[in-house]
């Protein structure tokens, strides 16, 4: 890579990619624990793997991978707000949430759908860690909303073309 690589125009150039957003969150003895990503991608359809990527400077996941086992929170187009709460560190965001029914991990009230896993492996990226997960359960919660979308800084949301 050139000497003349600015990070500033590398996040200006990916900003042109718009990525869904989800909350990962844990259940710590009742306490909901999070944090948005937008770095979630499925991995693998068999077996079912997810990948999705912490900062290392996240004071949330090193608490999510102690307990083992999480729920991925796809936000619907109308969530800007809890995706908003779960990005000010050290906060426990003031969301309504219930216990997935397979393992306890929080399913946010109002997603478009949960993705309730287990911690498979991890690998470490830059200033990202890269995590993959076993799939062990799954539900659409919210069917005829559309997800919530981050594009050049901003959120938005999907419209089918035309």
Not at 46 to 58: A, D, H, V
Not at 97 to 120: F, K, Q, R, Y
């Amino acid at each position: 890579m050139s000497s003349e690589f600015d990070v500033s125009d590398f996040r200006h150039v990916v900003s042109h990619f718009a990525t869904g957003v989800v909350a990962v969150c844990g259940n710590e003895k009742g306490e909901l624990i999070g944090f948005a990503a937008q770095s979630f991608v499925s991995l693998s359809l068999e077996p079912p793997l997810i990948l999705f990527c912490p900062q290392k400077t996240s004071t949330s996941w090193p608490r999510i991978r102690s307990l083992g086992k999480f729920c991925i929170n796809v936000l619907a187009e109308d969530q800007g707000d809890v995706s908003e709460a779960f990005a000010m560190t050290g906060e426990v965001p003031d969301i309504s949430w219930h216990e997935n029914s397979i393992s306890g991990t929080p399913a946010l009230d109002g997603v478009i759908a949960t993705i309730d896993c287990t911690l498979n492996t991890e690998h470490e990226a830059g200033d990202h860690t890269i995590v993959v997960a076993d799939v062990r359960g799954l539900k659409v919660e919210r069917p005829n909303l559309g997800p919530l979308l981050f594009f050049q800084g901003a959120y938005g949301h999907f419209a089918p073309a035309s």
